[in-house]
């Protein structure tokens, strides 16, 4: 009999791209450091990518939809998503979402969706993630 392991990495994590044609980041790749996610666990959701040019400051928005029902977005600046700004163009690494599922988290399909854009109003990124309890 044979143990099977999986790492955050070995299990795909299913993302979409939803950036127009503005976006200031190239993204290269979305991390999990646990995938699925799993009810009094963190979960810290990443992307990486090459920036485009210097971000001095800007805002995000994350929306998460339960059942087709969305809870309150949660807006707030960029250095929220762990960035240090101002920025410089070259790799970046962004903290989408970094949150402890809890235990009364009801079974179902939980979407989320986070937009950021810079200081000029032009969209860094926007990325969809997807899961099911």
């Not at 503005?22 to 990486?48: F, G």
């Amino acid at each position: 009999m044979y143990n099977i392991f999986y790492l955050a990495a070995d299990i795909p994590l299913k993302w979409v791209n939803c950036t127009t044609w503005t976006d200031q980041l190239s993204i290269e790749k979305v991390e999990a450091n646990i995938w699925p996610p799993k009810r009094n666990e963190l979960l810290t959701v990443s992307v990486s990518g090459v920036a485009k040019e210097t971000f001095i400051r800007g805002n995000y928005n994350k929306t998460i939809v339960y059942r087709k029902y969305s809870l309150p977005s949660i807006l707030g600046p960029l250095s929220d998503l762990g960035i240090d700004l101002p920025t410089s163009p070259g790799p970046l690494r962004i903290i989408i979402f970094n949150a402890t599922i809890p235990e009364v988290a009801p079974a179902g399909r939980y979407d989320i969706y986070v937009k950021a854009n810079e200081q000029d109003y032009a969209e860094i990124l926007c990325v969809a993630i997807s899961w099911e309890f």
